[in-house]
């Protein structure tokens, strides 16, 4: 566990210790949180993640289920004998529902400069809304 050393108590300080994600509390989970973006363009849907150092043959995979878009994988930790480190490790999942007219067989990927970017074509179908038929029950 990394500790910081304040030169004084301050109520910015108590702050910080309240924020402070390197404990094991319910904030964990944000550790390993890994931030995305996502636009569309001309005929396309784009994901972007924020994956730095990373190696895409071995630390993370992409996949399409369905409607939904997976990046899963795992940043492994380099063992140290001392010193700090305010990196995230762990594995990590995160999905992003993909919009309608979307084509997942089409689907690219790039990594770049730490940066994965998955590309969905996406057709311009119009779709026309279904009217259901309620029926009434038959009093008896």
Aim: aromatic residues 6%; proline residues 7%.
């Amino acid at each position: 566990m990394t500790t910081l050393v304040r030169p004084f108590e301050s109520p910015m300080g108590d702050l910080m210790d309240w924020l402070d994600l390197t404990r094991a509390t319910g904030l964990a989970p944000l550790l390993r949180f890994v931030p995305i973006e996502t636009f569309s363009g001309d005929s396309s849907f784009v994901v972007r993640a924020d994956l730095p150092g990373l190696d895409p043959e071995k630390d993370f995979e992409v996949t399409v289920e369905g409607d939904v878009l997976t990046i899963k994988g795992e940043r492994r930790e380099d063992l140290h004998e001392d010193g700090r480190s305010e990196l995230r490790y762990g594995s990590f999942t995160r999905s992003v529902r993909l919009p309608q007219g979307s084509r997942p067989e089409d689907v690219s990927a790039k990594y770049d400069a730490g940066v994965l970017e998955v590309t969905i074509p996406v057709t311009a179908a119009a779709v026309s809304p279904v009217k259901v038929e309620v029926s009434k029950k038959e009093a008896s």
